[in-house]
């Protein structure tokens, strides 16, 4: 089984910065991607960043320009850079791991961003 350990939430002011980080162990045979996702209370879960281990990124229109996603092959690990925090981007920012054919959660980290 794989599992994701996701580190890096706490409490922040408006324009702050925060880096998680999400570390994937287990049996690992290839990773197609890694991204992270995140749920804010009272609503659904919003997608916000993905990479590849080839380098490739792609970014949600309401992160794009201050979140930054890399990762680290070697460490099977991926990193969200959160620059320029907004409130509204309080929420719990989950990891998630694609294999080949299967999808694997983090259990989350909670990122709370204060006025």
């Known amino acids: 089984q794989v599992h994701l350990v996701e580190a890096g939430g706490g409490l922040v002011q408006a324009g702050g910065s925060l880096r998680l980080s999400c570390a994937a162990s287990g049996r690992i045979f290839r990773i197609i991607a890694m991204g992270w996702y995140r749920q804010a209370p009272g609503k659904q879960r919003e997608w916000g960043a993905r990479?590849?281990?080839?380098?490739?990124?792609e970014y949600a229109d309401a992160v794009k320009g201050r979140f930054t996603i890399s990762g680290d092959n070697a460490k099977q690990t991926v990193y969200l850079q959160m620059n320029s925090l907004k409130p509204e981007d309080s929420a719990v920012y989950y990891c998630?791991?694609?294999?080949?054919?299967?999808?694997?959660w983090g259990q989350g980290t909670l990122v709370t961003v204060s006025e």
């Open positions: 998630i791991y694609e294999g080949p054919l299967f999808e694997y």
């Open positions: 990479t590849t281990p080839g380098g490739t990124t």
